[in-house]
């Protein structure tokens, strides 16, 4: 097992540094100035000044090989181009929202989605099973930006039921600890369960499937002339049965979170990585979109290795030697 | 069980969560604060190391105050400038030196007095190379700042510029004795510092900050202007985007919106309880013809393109009527502006007759006009990220090709846009400028912009040289308005660059907000006036 782990950890460092190396070279080939004045009274000579002090003059390689002895040695990402600010201090203070925010959409596909899958596998073909069929088709196929857009329209600015945005109420500093979780409680469930309803249908067509085809096992038919009933089958040793394809799932869909949670936090004016990333993009501010790109693969790796660990704890079957 | 524990748990936490939220929107309003929506980033309150952009010069305002602000009256005439620090102020009678006398009752927050030391800190600091403070060229007539005593210096100039006044103000002045102790070449290395050794001299403080998401300002007690700020608190709340801006103002959860798109607007307007106000900014949106290619080497042709496209029925529709046709880079909205000059008209058949005396002809029959076998078909581009240029790219594509022209719109990466029009590498390009009340335009029309500069068309004429140099040293730029008039009138005619649109700033306000007055400046300009009915 150890050995198994050494070697992933070892894959993933490796992999992360080809991230990094192919995100340098692209962002450093792309065209564009990141040093341009946008204000075309500015003299030349401060673009100039300005490269001078971020290292921008500097050859190419010689760049490459400051910035990656600084990331890996450090963990230092630079500053921000357009803030000044230490990047890895703007993503420390990013990350958190969008961990919360990723985190309580995962939950939210995992509850939905197993919560459908298996009111469709207890009576399969039926008009139900139907429904939730076709739900989860929808839903998958509906894009994140829309459904968050609506979703803020008719639930919040319709009818109340959540804030429009952000993460906290104005000056929420001021909240005791447990008003200040539920304020935060209160501007999350909206955004999350946006986010995690794409991924729901998804797993609610797996676990229906797995549920029926565990039915049809032996263990399935074993448990049933055992006079277990119905809802003990599928909810105990169905949902054990389905539980590796479901947890491999879950790693599939972190990149498909994080990515999603860009667009979420846009539409729901959420503090996180992806707004970060966003306004990095927009302006130019290479440092930040590298330790972005970087963030966004560790997180994707974790998750990753993660379920790949946690599989061969669930599922005798698979060898890690 | 366990997933139904869980589920039952989470549905509890959200029912009050709910719940929760229903109860906090039901309080009724608390009069002594005001909650602000902005698209802005507020990283560091030290404005020579910020970003520079007009939402954050906002609200560094509401922290810090110039020497003098100027006075939004610029429709009048020349800039003019009201006493913020200074009490008052004389030239000599060469005009190389400017004497500044300080408010005698203005203090630091923190109960210190301001002085001409910092005064003369704040000019240190703004010039430094290694703050390399993006204004930094507004302080290059000024030779030294001279502290005479605690409340006066002065300002000794190398030329007498016209501009003196505008370049002195420009740039906060900075607390010295809270700042000092940093050495300018730590500055950009550590913006976060400035929070922790923050004192103002503006009618507000800040109380607390949260990265990404708001500011909460509160007043300023030793603030000079008895009774101001009106209002205790401000809280100035963040999002990327302008709908979920407005989606925050349509809820409730602010009361001020500023920086809203046309589209959003639109979805304000008429809705019980806001008030839209739209105000002039110093924006003209334009598309550069480069007259390096063959296409728009001639001023006729150009013409011809300005009557071939319908910009009034870009305005109408793309900006919802929150914009006028432009017909000159002095903006209608300043005092210089020539307001006997027309917009070109929309009329396609003078455009396709301009064309014909051009010279442009469909001679293969195709349905493109081409001369000396040169088809008329250009790449028109513009900036990714900007839809409603991008949408008026698509209907100067349609104008056009009903005159026999191939435009085809590109969005390309703002950087890499700018670098390629400063390098004439583009065929047309639409982009914005906004000017200043100095009104000095050579960057944009001076054939010496033209190499790597932003004189994009690449467009010289000697008259146009003359008079813009002749304007920028005039001590008093009022008695320029002729020549300024003239200038108006030969890049009408020549036509380098199409000014399609003067766009309008929008902003959102609660109906009960009174002596709100937004203006080119900020959208935030009064704000220590406003206060709830």
């Known amino acids: 097992m150890i050995r198994f782990v050494l070697r992933r950890l070892l894959a993933a460092a490796v992999l992360f540094l080809i991230v990094l190396t192919l995100a340098f070279a692209v962002v450093a080939l792309a065209p564009g100035d990141p040093m341009a004045p946008s204000d075309p009274r500015i003299p030349p000579e401060q673009a100039e000044r300005l490269r001078a002090l971020y290292g921008l003059d500097q050859p190419l390689p010689a760049q490459y090989l400051r910035w990656l002895g600084a990331v890996v040695l450090r963990w230092d990402w630079g500053q921000s181009y357009r803030t000044g600010q230490p990047v890895a201090d703007l993503l420390f203070d990013a990350l958190p929202p969008t961990l919360l925010l990723a985190g309580a959409a995962l939950l939210a596909q995992y509850l939905l989605g197993i919560g459908l899958g298996l009111i469709a596998a207890f009576r399969p073909n039926s008009r139900l099973d139907l429904s939730v069929r076709v739900a989860s088709l929808l839903v998958y196929a509906m894009p994140t930006f829309w459904v968050g857009l609506m979703a803020v329209l008719v639930l919040a600015v319709g009818l109340g039921l959540a804030p429009a945005g952000g993460m906290t109420s104005a000056a929420a500093f001021e909240l005791g600890p447990a008003a200040a979780a539920l304020d935060v409680l209160a501007h999350l469930w909206l955004p999350a369960l946006v986010l995690g309803l794409s991924m729901a249908g998804d797993i609610a067509r797996y676990t229906r499937s797995s549920l029926i085809e565990f039915q049809a096992t032996e263990a399935g038919r074993a448990a049933r002339a055992r006079g277990l009933s119905e809802t003990r089958i599928l909810l105990v040793h169905g949902l054990a049965h389905a539980a590796p394809r479901l947890l491999q799932l879950a790693s599939v869909s972190a990149p498909l979170l994080l990515s999603g949670a860009v667009v979420a936090e846009v539409v729901f004016a959420w503090p996180g990585l992806g707004t970060a990333t966003l306004l990095a993009i927009q302006s130019g501010d290479i440092p930040v979109v590298l330790a972005a790109t970087a963030y966004g693969a560790v997180l994707v790796i974790a998750a990753s290795l993660a379920a790949d660990l946690l599989l061969t704890r669930l599922d005798p079957r698979i060898r890690v030697e | ?533």
């Open chain 2, 1 to 533: 069980m366990i997933p139904v524990v869980a589920t039952r748990l989470l549905a509890a936490a959200g029912l009050a969560a709910m719940l929760g939220w229903g109860c906090a929107s039901d309080i009724p309003r608390d009069t002594t604060r005001l909650t602000v929506g902005m698209r802005f980033e507020y990283p560091t309150p030290n404005e020579l190391i910020g970003p520079a952009t007009l939402s954050y010069g906002a609200i560094g305002n509401q922290f810090f105050l110039p020497l003098m602000a100027e006075r939004p009256d610029f429709r009048d005439g020349p800039p003019t400038w009201a006493p913020a620090l200074a009490a008052d102020w004389e030239f000599s009678e060469d005009r190389l030196q400017l004497t500044v006398r300080l408010r005698q009752d203005a203090l630091w927050s923190d109960g210190e007095p301001v002085t001409a030391e910092d005064v003369r800190f704040s000019w240190l600091a703004q010039t430094d190379a290694n703050v390399a403070w993006d204004y930094s060229f507004s302080k290059e007539s000024i030779a030294d700042v001279e502290v005479i005593d605690a409340g006066t210096v002065r300002f000794h100039l190398d030329a007498a510029l016209p501009t003196v006044l505008a370049d002195v103000s420009t740039g906060l002045i900075l607390p010295k004795h809270a700042w000092e102790q940093r050495p300018f070449a730590e500055w950009r290395g550590d913006p976060g510092w400035f929070f922790e050794n923050l004192v103002t001299s503006g009618p507000f403080l800040l109380e607390n900050r949260t990265p990404g998401q708001e500011l909460v300002l509160s007043r300023n007690p030793n603030y000079f202007e008895d009774g101001l700020p009106r209002l205790e608190r401000i809280i100035l709340r963040s999002a990327t985007d302008s709908a979920a801006l407005t989606n925050l103002l349509l809820s409730g959860e602010v009361d001020v919106v500023s920086g809203l798109g046309a589209t959003d607007a639109q979805r304000i307007a008429n809705r019980p309880g806001l008030r839209l106000i739209a105000y002039p900014n110093r924006q003209f949106t334009f598309v550069s013809w480069n007259t390096r290619k063959p296409w728009f080497q001639d001023a006729q042709t150009r013409r011809a393109l300005a009557m071939a496209i319908d910009r009034e029925a870009m305005v109408a529709t793309i900006l919802h009527g929150n914009a006028e046709v432009g017909s000159s880079p002095v903006i209608s909205s300043v005092w210089a502006h020539d307001a006997a000059l027309e917009p070109w008209p929309h009329d396609p058949p003078a455009a396709r007759d301009a064309l014909a005396a051009a010279g442009w002809t469909d001679g293969d029959g195709d349905g493109i006009l081409d001369r000396d076998g040169v088809p008329f078909r250009f790449e028109l581009a513009t900036f990714a990220g900007a839809p409603a240029r991008w949408d008026a790219m698509q209907m100067i594509q349609a104008d056009l090709r009903a005159v026999g022209i191939d435009a085809r719109p590109r969005r390309v990466e703002s950087g890499a846009l700018i670098q390629r029009m400063r390098d004439k590498d583009f065929d047309a390009a639409a982009s914005a400028f906004a000017i200043d009340t100095s009104l000095d335009l050579r960057y944009a029309f001076h054939s010496q912009s033209i190499p790597g500069g932003d004189n994009y068309a690449a467009y010289a004429n000697p008259e146009v040289d003359r008079l813009l140099d002749s304007f920028a040293v005039r001590p008093d730029p009022s008695a320029g308005l002729e020549d300024l008039h003239r200038l108006q009138r030969i890049l009408h005619d020549d036509q380098p660059m199409l000014v399609l649109w003067e766009p309008l700033s929008l902003a959102a306000f609660d109906v009960e907000l009174e002596s709100v007055a937004p203006n080119a400046l900020s959208p935030l300009a009064n704000l220590q006036e406003w206060a709830w009915r």
